[in-house]
């Protein structure tokens, strides 16, 4: 089965840019696997961001968008704020019996 | 606003079976492809079933597949997971989840006793 890989822990500074990326062990993230974003913060459930690469949702932060970046789905926070910090999962859609893995996340930090 | 409200977990003894429900409002769960995942205390997200909107198929993971089964009850506007042979690893916040992973409960916890 997939692996879905994603930097385990970023640091980006207030009002910075930072990106996250989201990689398949089985070869590079194309539109076809459909990359979903999602944040967590600490005792809550989690919040669809951005699906199908690059779409938002309407209670989507503009500061938030999608991509595909060599190979990767990729999500940029452009302007972080504090309340940003959180848990970010990626998504990816597979063929098969078994047709979604989730990243294992990323631990944002703002600071 | 579309709310999802989980219900049915609870202590459950390891070789035991539950029933998690679902409960929509503002959106109807025949027209959307629903999901169940979970997250183990301290631990990232895990899909575990997808029923789609047409009722025909559905997909499990591989860690469930066989014990675990997605249903819905269209009259009730309501999802279903039913659990059986748990094992220690299916302790976890099972959230239910509508269309391309829009909407999400807010979780019931699920834990599993030896």
């Known amino acids: 089965q997939a692996v879905v890989t994603q930097e385990p822990s970023l640091t980006v500074s207030p009002g910075g840019t930072v990106t996250l990326t989201c990689g398949s062990t089985?070869?590079?993230?194309?539109?076809?696997?459909?990359p979903s974003w999602f944040q967590q913060k600490t005792g809550q459930a989690p919040r669809t961001l951005i699906y199908?690469?690059?779409k938002r949702h309407p209670w989507t932060p503009a500061r938030f968008s999608g991509s595909r970046l060599e190979g990767k789905a990729a999500l940029t926070l452009s302007g972080a704020q504090s309340e940003d910090e959180a848990e970010y999962y990626c998504?990816?859609?597979?063929?098969?019996?078994?047709?979604?893995?989730f990243g294992g996340g990323t631990k944002l930090t703002v600071l | 606003e579309v709310q999802l409200l989980e219900s049915g977990g609870g202590l459950v003894q390891r070789g035991g079976s539950l029933r998690l429900s679902c409960a929509a409002s503002?959106?109807?769960?025949?027209?959307?492809?629903m999901n169940w995942v979970r997250q183990a205390p301290g631990k990232g997200l895990e899909w575990v079933a997808s029923?789609?909107?047409?009722?025909?198929?559905?997909n499990y993971a591989d860690s469930v597949r066989g014990r675990l089964t997605i249903s819905r009850d269209d009259s009730r506007n309501t999802l279903y997971l039913e659990m059986n042979v748990v094992r220690d690893d299916d302790t976890a916040v099972y959230y239910c989840?509508?269309?391309?992973?829009?909407?999400w409960g807010q979780g019931t916890l699920v834990a599993v006793s030896s």
């Open positions: 989840v509508a269309g391309s992973f829009a909407y």
């Open positions: 503002e959106i109807t769960v025949n027209r959307y492809a």
């Open positions: 029923l789609s909107g047409s009722g025909v198929t559905t």
């Open positions: 089985t070869g590079p993230v194309t539109n076809d696997h459909y």
């Open positions: 199908d690469t690059t």
């Open positions: 998504l990816l859609s597979y063929s098969g019996v078994s047709p979604w893995v």
